[in-house]
C-alpha cells in the first residue's frame, strides 16, 4: 500500500521560512512526477509547485522566487522549501505522486499539512 505523509507545516510570522517534506512508502517515487498543491479555506485545491521523476520543475507564478521544490530520490521524500511567507500562504499543503504507464495511471495523495502564516 502506498502511503505519502507530509511534515513540516507550522505556525510562522510572515517573511518567514518552513521545508515541508513528504515521504512516501510502499513504492520507489522514482518514476513518479511529485506536486505540491494547497487548499486554502473556501478555496479550490491548487497546484503549488511540481517535479517530474526526470527533476524537472513547474512553479506557480503566485509563489515563484519565494518556494522551491526538491526531491531526494534515496530518501524517497520530495521537498517544498517556502520563503518569505505570506498570509496569504496560509492552507493545507497536500503532497501528490502521480505516474503514467501504458494506460494506467497512479495516483496518491498525503493527509496534508496546515501552514498558518500569522502575526
Known amino acids: 500500500q502506498v502511503q505519502l505523509v507530509e511534515s513540516g507545516g507550522d505556525l510562522v510570522q510572515p517573511g518567514g521560512s518552513l521545508r515541508l517534506s513528504c515521504v512516501a512508502s510502499?513504492?520507489?517515487?522514482?518514476?513518479?512526477?511529485m506536486g505540491w498543491y494547497r487548499q486554502a479555506p473556501g478555496k479550490q485545491r491548487e497546484l503549488v509547485a511540481a517535479?517530474?521523476?526526470?527533476?524537472?520543475?513547474d512553479i506557480a507564478d503566485s509563489v515563484k522566487g519565494r518556494f522551491t521544490i526538491s526531491r531526494d530520490n534515496t530518501k524517497n521524500t520530495a521537498y517544498l522549501q517556502m520563503n518569505s511567507l505570506e498570509p496569504e500562504d496560509t492552507a493545507v499543503f497536500y503532497c501528490?505522486?502521480?505516474?503514467?504507464?501504458?494506460?494506467?495511471?497512479?495516483?496518491?495523495w498525503g493527509q496534508g499539512t496546515q501552514v498558518t502564516v500569522s502575526s
Open positions: 510502499g513504492t520507489r517515487i522514482n518514476n513518479y512526477d
Open positions: 517535479i517530474t521523476s526526470g527533476g524537472s520543475t
Open positions: 501528490n505522486a502521480r505516474a503514467v504507464t501504458g494506460w494506467r495511471t497512479y495516483d496518491y
